[in-house]
């Protein structure tokens, strides 16, 4: 049973960080565009200056109230509202991921003083590092840097042909 077992944890393992790796490729950019452009000195201060288990507290609260979505967007899904279960798997997903990176980003070095936490995350940082060194991650990796590059190529191929069309009109 165990050698069954072992590689389907695999698989659901890679599979999962697979699906999150995605999701903070959204996240970030977006967490990052709300620091900008927003301006919370205060909250931001007020969270920094929170002992280690409030900041534990606080940092749960994003997955406790939005992880609950998932098994709605399922619902959503599984009753024939396909696109209305995705969209709200998606939004909610990301919504949570982009709390959670700024709660983290924030209380980081407190949550590392409670040994549990840091435990809990040695473990997470040591699977995520294991996959990444999987030969299906590299060209996993390898694909999407290549359908970036083509994008981004198309991008500047279609920026030309609308610049020269305008040339053109003048």
Do not use: N
């Not at 909610?92 to 709390?99: F, I």
């Not at 407190?110 to 699977?127: E, N, Q, S």
Request: with cysteine; glycine share 4%.
């Amino acid at each position: 049973m165990k050698r069954i077992l072992k590689p389907v944890t695999y698989i659901l393992t890679a599979i999962y960080f697979l699906v999150d790796a995605v999701f903070m490729a959204v996240a970030r950019p977006i967490a990052r565009w709300i620091g900008w452009h927003f301006e919370f000195r205060r909250l931001r201060a007020w969270i920094k200056s929170l002992p280690p288990y409030t900041s534990l507290a606080l940092f749960s609260v994003p997955v406790i109230i939005l992880e609950p979505i998932k098994p709605v967007a399922a619902y959503l899904a599984a009753t024939g509202q396909f696109v209305s279960g995705a969209v709200t798997f998606i939004v909610g997903e990301l919504l949570k991921l982009v709390l959670v990176e700024r709660l983290f980003h924030l209380t980081r070095d407190k949550l590392m003083r409670i040994p549990a936490f840091a435990w809990c995350y040695g473990k997470y940082a040591a699977a995520k590092a294991w996959l990444q060194a999987t030969e299906a991650w590299r060209a996993i990796r390898a694909l999407a840097r290549a359908a970036r590059d083509a994008v981004a190529r198309a991008k500047a191929r279609l920026a030309g042909s609308f610049s020269k069309l305008a040339a053109s009109r003048d």
